[in-house]
């Protein structure tokens, strides 16, 4: 019920880049510095799957397809975790979702769609 906001989804050709943003939810706000944020992405026929991940300390992961294409942050002041895609690829091509973890809890946003032509 209560959910983070992701923007900055859309379409672009490969080799091009987007930055996906999440907002923290109202609930999350209040103990953003406890949380941890990941973005996972599912395509068409896919089951959903972890892109990477930030810490409450800022430790960071990525799944091996991302690596070295994507960059995982967040703004601690904002409350906003961040994802620069650089070299988008079609196979890029989902509905990517920001994950927050809070207390044993998942909350999920509605999730933005990214489309890469070939």
């Known amino acids: 019920q209560v959910q983070p906001v992701e923007s900055g989804g859309g379409s672009v050709q490969a080799g091009g880049s987007l930055r996906l943003s999440c907002r923290a939810s109202r609930s999350i706000l209040s103990t953003f510095w406890a949380t941890d944020f990941s973005w996972y992405r599912q395509s068409p026929g896919k089951q959903r799957e972890l892109v990477a991940g930030?810490?409450?300390?800022?430790?960071?992961n990525y799944a091996d397809f991302v690596k070295g294409r994507f960059t995982i942050s967040k703004d601690n002041a904002k409350k906003t975790v961040y994802l620069q895609m650089n070299g988008l690829e079609p196979e890029d091509t989902a509905v990517y979702y920001c994950?927050?973890?809070?207390?044993?809890?998942?909350?999920w946003g509605q999730g933005t769609q990214v489309t890469v032509s070939p």
């Open positions: 994950n927050a973890k809070y207390s044993g809890n998942h909350y």
């Open positions: 930030i810490s409450t300390g800022g430790s960071t």
